[in-house]
């Protein structure tokens, strides 16, 4: 029997987006976050925790964007022109973002600016990741061949939308948070480890409230969670997520870890990431064209796993030597120890 590539393939993808929601959403979280502190030894501390590994993040935004438009390209054709608009400043406010990040460090005069651009970059594209996410959900309009997107320039703007980018926002405050708790101590380690308390209660209220809304967006994802094998996975689902926020709260305030407070928020973010994808699939364009109605040619596919299964390993390898070379607390004075 014949591995089905379509799948693989689709899979692939999913997993190289929950790799980047995972690293870049601390990432991008750290930027917010950067408001809330006004010392500047505490911003120069933030900033360095990530320095190392910053931009090897976006690694799997690109893997992502690319496999897409190579897997999947009647999908890249559909989705692209429906979400121009937040993915054109996702993309802008991630190069303002990455410019404050280096230019902060060589000015003094203009240190403020840069500062208040990385945290404009990092709260738009927090906000434009989650309303594209939402506009996806929603469900995108095409036209009676299929093969071309139908929809005007502002249907990707909705209340459902909006609302999932600010929970992104708060979500990656969060992971921010509690990757300050790791890598911190003192002061700094104690405010975030009291706001990723609010911000754990605030992320929380979100996906109970997307995920009370999301069936109702369309028939088929009504009918995958509230008819047959889906109550009990949604009820699963939902006592997973419930159990692991607990966890985390207890981790951070009863036991006071160090660590656990972000795996456990991680752990929160990929489960709410699987049960997106026990939404759409099979559908790539929720509720409109599969994966197989818009996967490419199997010999391109064959052609680029190939070229993925001895990429995906090597950025594997690097990221995870990244981050243990540069594992343990940091301070400003000797760096990390």
């Not at 945290?119 to 309009?141: K, R």
């Not at 006592?239 to 009863?254: D, G």
């Not at 052609?303 to 343990?328: C, D, E, K, N, Q």
Request: aromatic share 16%; charged share 10%; net charge neutral.
């Amino acid at each position: 029997m014949s591995f089905d590539l379509t799948f693989i393939w689709a899979f692939l993808i999913a997993f190289a987006v929950l790799v980047y929601v995972i690293l870049d959403g601390f990432d991008l979280g750290l930027g917010i976050l950067f408001a809330t502190e006004r010392e500047r030894g505490d911003r120069d501390i933030i900033m360095n925790t990530v320095a190392p590994v910053w931009d090897g993040n976006e690694t799997w935004l690109v893997l992502g964007g690319g496999g897409l438009l190579a897997a999947f390209p009647l999908a890249y054709a559909l989705i692209l022109p429906a979400l121009y608009a937040p993915l054109i400043a996702m993309l802008l406010a991630l190069i303002f973002r990455g410019v404050a990040f280096e230019f902060r460090w060589r000015t003094t005069r203009w240190r403020g600016v840069w500062d208040i651009a990385f945290i404009g970059g990092s709260t738009m594209a927090s906000f434009a990741q989650g309303v594209a996410l939402g506009a996806l959900l929603q469900g995108i309009e095409i036209d009676q061949t299929g093969r071309a997107y139908a929809g005007g320039w502002w249907d990707w703007l909705t209340p459902f939308s909006i609302t999932v980018g600010l929970g992104v926002v708060v979500g990656y405050m969060l992971l921010g948070a509690t990757w300050l708790v790791m890598k911190t101590g003192g002061e700094l380690q104690d405010r975030m480890r009291t706001r990723a308390w609010f911000y754990g209660i605030a992320t929380v209220g979100f996906i109970i409230v997307v995920s009370l809304w999301t069936p109702f967006l369309q028939e088929g994802y009504y009918a995958r969670w509230f008819s047959g094998w889906g109550i009990p996975l949604a009820g699963l689902v939902g006592l997973s997520v419930i159990a692991l926020a607990l966890l985390m709260f207890r981790a951070l305030h009863v036991h006071r870890h160090d660590y656990w407070p972000f795996f456990l928020a991680l752990a929160m973010f990929a489960l709410c990431f699987v049960g997106l994808g026990v939404s759409m699939f099979p559908y790539i364009v929720p509720v409109e064209v599969t994966i197989w109605e818009a996967a490419a040619p199997r010999n391109a596919q064959v052609f680029m796993l190939i070229g993925a299964s001895i990429l995906i390993p090597i950025i594997l390898a690097y990221t995870a030597y990244a981050y243990w070379v540069f594992r343990g607390k940091i301070d400003a004075d000797t760096g990390y120890h």
